[in-house]
């Protein structure tokens, strides 16, 4: 049956593609010059008010897109003025950042990419979509899908980690969960690609920075994710705010046409960053707003977000024929395809009272599913987790972060509340409040406090309790756009407290929220558990309590490696072997070397002297109250050729007392290349389920054009030769076999 309906689907699609396309050229040629650079400008909304000045142009035909205007009934106005006062009744696109949350806040991106389970990521956008479409809202600024292996880079937070696969499998679940089956639905909205592209790598972490990346670089790692956002139909891309090896983005036309329109064929609209097209002045590309306008629209950026240089000059430059008319046509045409497809000229309006209602149980729900899968757990000495409330008579909780509903709900918040966060002491007390006395001391105002006021009391409550949970951490505004830091130790007096917690005796639990990987090292020792919980968002406080207690065990794996020290930044999984890679024999410990010792006896490998070769925790990690075992891999071909595949598979033990979910991950490495390729790349995951003793064989499908990257002649190539694989629960997996693919 399934079959017999596809090509019934395909003709429908192609008809209303048809249909559409016929609207738009209709509309396009009755369009004068300036309506077609106004549908070219988007500006900033009032913020619950309509300035005189917005609506005035609105009835020109002078504005395609307003942002950040959250109130339905302002929103609703705006569109009245754009449907009935304007010539031509275009509907206005509104955007909004609505990047893990409306007003039910899921995790940061960065942990619900933790969660390693698309299926969550979906289901967060989808309540995201749900919830801001009632505000009259149709269009958000995400997924960003920047790769960043730096985690000073305050945007970290809002990224899916350091892997081009897992970025690409997450960002497009959250492409569709906020596009829905079709953007013509009235609870879709059109998602956005950003930052195209390179901007994760900003030089030293710092914001806004510099990004220079070799082509071959960027196609085999930084532009994956995006290509896979296009295949997945998402609706429009952004231009980064960076300079790409000295060309800005945002008049990039090597990124925006030939690579985005000529070779991935992508036909929706491109908006700019916040001003970045004037910015481009600044960054000393152009002279002036008017060619930074010229670059642009050259560029292919079809929207300005913010700032007017289009506005100002893009019709003297038709007017002069430095511009075409045929160009400004493509570029609107792309943005008037996008307002039919979203079904803005037949229902531009919202009732609010036609869609669920905000924070209904559902959300909570899907949030709660998706801080629990998100949390990590890094260290669990002497089984100390799961805590069980029988044996507990009292437990002490403290730290800045234990009882406060804002920061748990991290960076890129604009309308969730704090009033609807539940804490991890709401929801400890709420769990095993009748039978367990808490003990709750803040100790510190602030995760950057330095005084030590409140640790007596902290310490007094800690001996009267059986065990202690210290939520430490970021607040919020510490991560997230221009917000990067120099040191990501954990600020504050947050590691005196754990300290001081520990100076006890009793077993000491700590819980870490954080927009970033942070260097917690030097907390480990202090810590008989650690659960790293990121910003975990509107349900972080029930999400941790259930983990805490052993209703469901952490299943979380990081989507980013940790350092030891910042110095070893940028440290990632995928790093290339070099001609002299470290191992255990050639590193050496800098207080190990006696005085005056011959450089030739220093190992001379790729390694610091004073932190060696390894991450403090792998990209990939993460424990659970389950025990797993990987043994018995194999591949069901030793060799294979071009075009064909294999099966690699392995046994996975739960050897643990607790069920538990695993993340089962499948590397490879293609030892020769015609250029070098990294020691392991990401081809696989899967989660799965484990009672204790039960055993599950997995099996990845290898296609050889899985194995394919990017030559040194920019060429997309599967190379004959020997490959590694290996199958394990992090980039450490030990378990490995070999194939071979011949041509």
């Known amino acids: 049956m399934h079959g017999e309906r596809t090509p019934e689907l395909v003709v429908d699609n192609a008809q209303h593609s048809d249909i559409i396309q016929s609207r738009v050229h209709d509309l396009l040629m009755s369009m004068g010059l300036d309506e077609k650079v106004g549908q070219m400008s988007q500006l900033q909304a009032g913020g619950g008010w309509i300035p005189d000045e917005l609506a005035d142009s609105i009835r020109r035909g002078q504005v395609g897109s307003v942002l950040n205007e959250p109130d339905v009934e302002v929103v609703n106005e705006l569109q009245r003025i754009a449907v009935e006062e304007s010539r031509l009744g275009i509907p206005l696109l509104v955007g909004r950042d609505v990047i893990h949350g409306y007003k039910t806040i899921f995790p940061i991106p960065l ?11 979906e289901a967060g956008a989808r309540v995201s979509a749900e919830e801001a479409v009632r505000s009259g809202i149709n269009w958000t600024f995400a997924p960003m899908i920047d790769i960043t292996r730096d985690p000073r880079w305050g945007r970290i937070a809002e990224s899916l980690g350091e892997d081009p696969y897992l970025c690409s499998e997450l960002g497009s679940a959250m492409v569709r969960g906020f596009q829905g089956e079709t953007l013509t639905a009235s609870d879709s909205i059109a998602a956005c690609a950003k930052h195209f592209a390179g901007y994760g790598a900003a030089e030293g972490g710092r914001d806004y920075n510099t990004a220079n990346i070799p082509e071959n670089e960027m196609r085999n790692v930084y532009l994956r994710p995006f290509k896979a956002a296009a295949d997945a139909g998402v609706a429009t891309f952004m231009s980064a705010f960076c300079d790409l090896n000295g060309v800005p983005a945002t008049g990039n036309q090597w990124l925006m046409d030939q690579v985005l329109r000529q070779e991935w064929r992508y036909q929706g609209m491109v908006v700019s960053d916040w001003e970045s097209i004037v910015e481009m002045s600044v960054h000393g590309f152009t002279h002036d707003d008017e060619q930074a306008a010229y670059e642009a629209a050259m560029a292919g950026i079809d929207m300005e977000m913010a700032s007017s240089s289009y506005r100002d000059h893009l019709e003297n430059m038709v007017d002069q024929g430095k511009i075409s008319l045929e160009q400004i046509d493509r570029m609107v045409e792309r943005i008037l395809r996008l307002k039919f497809e979203l079904g803005l000229f037949e229902q531009p309006y919202t009732d609010p009272s036609q869609h ?9 729900k899907a949030a709660k599913q998706a801080a629990m899968q998100s949390c990590v757990l890094l260290k669990n000495e002497h089984q100390t987790l799961p805590l069980l409330p029988a044996k507990l008579d009292a437990i002490a ?3 800045p972060l234990a009882d406060d509903g804002f920061e748990q709900m991290g960076t890129w918040v604009f309308d969730g509340e704090a009033c609807h966060s539940v804490t991890c002491l709401q929801a400890i007390t709420e769990l095993i409040g009748r039978t367990t006395e808490i003990n709750y001391v803040k100790a510190l105002e602030t995760t950057r406090a330095a005084s030590e006021d409140g640790f007596s009391e902290a310490i007094e409550a800690v001996t009267q309790s059986d065990a202690a949970v210290v939520v430490v951490g970021e607040e919020a505004f510490m991560s997230g756009e221009a917000h990067s830091r120099a040191s990501i130790d954990l600020p504050g007096h947050q590691k005196a407290l754990i300290e001081a917690a520990a100076s006890t005796g009793k077993p000491v639990v700590v819980v870490i929220m954080a927009g970033r990987p942070l260097t917690i090292e030097p907390i480990l020792e202090y810590a008989d558990a650690v659960l790293y919980a990121w910003h975990p968002g509107t349900m972080g406080g029930p999400a941790i309590a259930d ?60 390694f ?21 075992q990987y043994v018995k891999i194999t591949t069901s071909h030793h060799s294979i050729g071009l075009g064909q595949s294999l099966d690699v598979s392995a046994d996975i033990v739960n050897m643990g007392s607790y069920a538990g979910e695993e993340v089962v991950q499948l590397y490879v490495r293609d030892l020769v290349g015609n250029v070098t390729r990294p020691i392991k790349e990401l081809k696989g995951f899967r989660r799965i389920r484990l009672k204790p003793g039960e055993r599950q064989r997995i099996s990845f499908r290898l296609h050889t054009d899985d194995l394919a990257f990017f030559n040194r002649d920019m060429q997309l190539v599967t190379e004959p030769g020997q490959f590694h694989v290996w199958i394990g629960g992090s980039s450490d997996a030990p378990l490995w076999a070999e194939f071979e693919v011949h041509a």
């Open 111 to 121: 942990g619900q990419a933790a969660s390693w389970n698309p299926t969550v990521v």
């Open 356 to 364: 669920p209602e905000l924070l209904n149980k559902s959300n909570l």
């Open 397 to 399: 909780l403290l730290g």
């Open 547 to 606: 983990l805490l207690f052993g209703l469901e065990s952490p299943s979380g794996k990081l989507p980013v490696t940790f350092p030891k020290v910042v110095g070893q930044v940028p440290i990632h999984y995928a790093q290339k072997n070099t001609g002299r890679p470290a191992t255990e024999e050639t590193c050496i410990d800098i207080n190990e070397v006696p005085p005056r010792a011959p450089q030739t006896s220093l190992g001379m490998t790729s």
């Open 608 to 628: 610091h002297l004073d932190a060696g070769f390894k991450p403090l925790f792998p990209f990939g990690f993460g424990l659970s109250y389950g025990r797993f």
